[in-house]
């Protein structure tokens, strides 16, 4: 009873939350069929552990119970978080714990890369490891736009290769089909969870060519103090380098930013960020980081890894650009979320917003991104609710390009679990952490009672 009430309270509210152009999106009094009518199972094979989440019909506020593949913590995570991404073949990856883990048919088989006793031949500090026995550890991982999966991993204990606060750089190359990896010395002290994007090349600058560069920032340091991080132009040996001042000051430069018409490869529905990287690649080249300067401007790395002002005013640090060329921002204000999109390059924008009413009072962790060749837009909102404890939730918005108006809700997990981010906590969840696969099912992260570490679960049934 208290979820059905819960589900109708939000589903009245969102009903009443947004705007789209002249106000399209408001639900019609019409006959509309349910989209359950289109639902089918996509994967006939049954997981180990699976689990039926409430879902909201938005168009009819009817509901029923959608069928997820649900993992662990032995699946990649670790005690607080998944840190998941997928790839243009399907391929589920994690890395919330010590080492890439990763599976090409849903979740039924899984693999891990574990460094071996010898790096690359190509490191510059040639330092082996004791595989296996590393520590305890965690990293970011995503696929760059020629194939290749960059990832590092931070290791801040003592482990069997007795080195503390460790940077293992581990490189997937698409050309070779191997992974490998390199040590690297760092210059942050308490390093703490990386966020990591491509630089989209080729790259020629003065740490040398490549046809794309990685970088990687310490959450903590990049969001107390706007210290830099490392970047890579081989994903393997990783450089210090700074943020520019926020003042001002850099060169000014235009770029078009409309791609609708270019006809991108699949790379750009994956290669999407976590979101606290507060940066995207750019498909003509460089990476760009929306709202950046205290006047409002973006800050632009372009291909020679030098920075950038770029006169263009984003409604949010938070955005991506999809494979249909479309930018997506979203910004969250209280209990609210706007969903705003560009078909023209930043110079216009629509907008939804997702208000949560009554059924929120605070917003503790989000994510989203979008699909272009999916014409799919996802909104994963964990929120503590009124009556205390969190909930995970997830919106699809399919066909974003004719209505940006969310066609489910779909409640991940129990709701009855209370945790908090940030170390000293008994019950942690620190962070979101979401994908979409290539046939249009969603990756998230949760945490309810069932598990005394975060979950992740698998969408297995989708409108056909």
Request: glycine content about 10%; charged content about 20%; overall charge negative.
């Given at each position: 009873?208290?979820?059905?009430?819960?589900?109708?309270?939000?589903?009245?509210?969102?009903?009443?939350?947004?705007?789209?152009?002249?106000?399209?999106g408001?639900?019609?009094d019409?006959?509309?069929?349910?989209i359950?009518e289109?639902?089918?199972?996509?994967?006939?094979?049954?997981?180990?552990?699976?689990?039926?989440?409430?879902?909201?019909?938005?168009?009819?506020n009817?509901?029923?119970n959608?069928t997820?593949?649900?993992?662990?913590?032995?699946?990649?995570?670790n005690?607080?978080?998944?840190?998941?991404?997928?790839?243009?073949?399907?391929?589920i990856?994690?890395?919330?714990?010590?080492?890439?883990?990763?599976?090409?048919?849903?979740?039924?088989?899984?693999d891990?890369y574990i460094?071996?006793?010898?790096?690359?031949?190509q490191?510059?500090?040639f330092i082996?490891?004791?595989?296996?026995?590393?520590?305890?550890?965690?990293?970011?991982?995503?696929?760059?736009?020629?194939?290749?999966?960059?990832?590092?991993?931070?290791?801040?204990?003592?482990?069997?290769?007795?080195?503390?606060?460790?940077f293992?750089a581990?490189?997937?190359?698409?050309?070779?089909?191997?992974?490998?990896?390199?040590?690297?010395r760092?210059?942050?002290?308490?390093?703490?969870?990386?966020?990591?994007?491509?630089?989209?090349?080729?790259?020629?600058?003065?740490?040398?060519?490549?046809?794309?560069?990685?970088?990687?920032?310490?959450?903590?340091?990049?969001?107390?103090q706007?210290?830099?991080?490392?970047?890579?132009?081989?994903?393997?040996?990783?450089?210090?380098?700074?943020?520019?001042?926020?003042?001002?000051?850099?060169?000014?430069?235009?770029?078009?930013?409309?791609?609708?018409?270019?006809d991108?490869?699949?790379?750009?529905?994956?290669?999407?960020?976590?979101?606290?990287?507060?940066?995207f690649?750019?498909?003509?080249?460089?990476?760009?980081?929306?709202?950046y300067?205290?006047?409002?401007?973006?800050?632009?790395?372009?291909?020679?890894?030098?920075?950038n002002?770029?006169?263009?005013?984003?409604?949010?640090?938070?955005?991506?650009?999809?494979?249909?060329?479309?930018?997506?921002?979203v910004?969250?204000?209280?209990?609210?979320?706007?969903h705003?999109?560009?078909?023209?390059?930043?110079i216009?924008?629509?907008n939804?917003?997702?208000?949560?009413?009554?059924?929120?009072?605070?917003?503790?962790?989000?994510?989203?991104?979008?699909?272009?060749?999916?014409?799919?837009?996802?909104?994963n909102?964990r929120?503590?609710?009124?009556?205390?404890?969190?909930?995970?939730?997830?919106?699809?918005?399919?066909?974003?390009?004719?209505d940006?108006?969310?066609?489910?809700?779909t409640?991940?997990?129990l709701?009855?679990?209370d945790?908090?981010?940030?170390?000293?906590n008994?019950?942690r969840?620190?962070?979101?952490?979401?994908?979409i696969?290539?046939?249009?099912?969603?990756?998230v992260a949760y945490?309810?009672?069932?598990?005394?570490?975060?979950?992740?679960?698998?969408?297995?049934?989708?409108?056909?």
């Amino acid at each position: 009873m208290q979820r059905a009430l819960l589900s109708l309270a939000l589903v009245c509210s969102m009903l009443l939350a947004g705007c789209f152009g002249d106000g399209a999106g408001t639900v019609e009094d019409e006959d509309i069929s349910s989209i359950w009518e289109s639902y089918e199972r996509v994967d006939a094979q049954s997981h180990d552990l699976e689990a039926n989440f409430v879902t909201v019909d938005l168009r009819t506020n009817q509901s029923t119970n959608t069928t997820w593949a649900v993992f662990d913590a032995t699946y990649g995570g670790n005690c607080c978080e998944h840190y998941l991404a997928t790839s243009i073949e399907g391929q589920i990856m994690n890395i919330g714990g010590e080492y890439p883990v990763y599976s090409a048919d849903r979740g039924h088989e899984w693999d891990t890369y574990i460094p071996g006793a010898l790096p690359d031949a190509q490191c510059r500090t040639f330092i082996p490891t004791n595989p296996g026995q590393e520590g305890l550890g965690e990293g970011s991982i995503v696929q760059a736009t020629n194939g290749d999966i960059i990832s590092m991993s931070w290791y801040p204990y003592v482990g069997g290769d007795l080195k503390l606060d460790k940077f293992y750089a581990l490189l997937y190359d698409e050309s070779e089909g191997e992974w490998t990896w390199c040590y690297n010395r760092i210059t942050e002290p308490f390093y703490d969870r990386s966020w990591q994007v491509e630089v989209v090349g080729p790259i020629s600058s003065s740490l040398g060519n490549g046809e794309w560069a990685s970088i990687v920032v310490s959450n903590f340091w990049h969001q107390t103090q706007n210290a830099g991080g490392q970047i890579s132009v081989d994903g393997l040996n990783y450089y210090p380098f700074q943020f520019p001042d926020r003042s001002g000051g850099d060169p000014s430069i235009e770029l078009d930013l409309d791609f609708t018409a270019d006809d991108l490869p699949a790379y750009w529905d994956v290669n999407k960020p976590h979101k606290e990287m507060r940066a995207f690649p750019v498909p003509s080249g460089g990476l760009l980081f929306p709202s950046y300067y205290s006047n409002g401007n973006a800050a632009y790395m372009d291909t020679t890894l030098s920075w950038n002002e770029l006169e263009v005013q984003f409604p949010s640090e938070y955005c991506q650009i999809d494979r249909a060329g479309a930018l997506h921002c979203v910004s969250n204000s209280g209990t609210s979320f706007t969903h705003y999109m560009s078909t023209d390059g930043a110079i216009t924008w629509s907008n939804y917003t997702y208000t949560l009413g009554e059924t929120a009072s605070l917003i503790e962790e989000w994510e989203f991104q979008a699909n272009g060749e999916l014409d799919l837009f996802v909104l994963n909102v964990r929120y503590q609710s009124t009556e205390g404890p969190d909930v995970d939730t997830v919106y699809h918005v399919r066909g974003y390009s004719e209505d940006m108006t969310p066609d489910t809700l779909t409640y991940i997990g129990l709701g009855d679990l209370d945790s908090t981010s940030g170390a000293g906590n008994d019950i942690r969840f620190d962070f979101a952490s979401l994908g979409i696969l290539n046939d249009g099912g969603v990756v998230v992260a949760y945490h309810d009672s069932t598990d005394p570490d975060p979950l992740f679960a698998v969408e297995l049934e989708l409108p056909n």
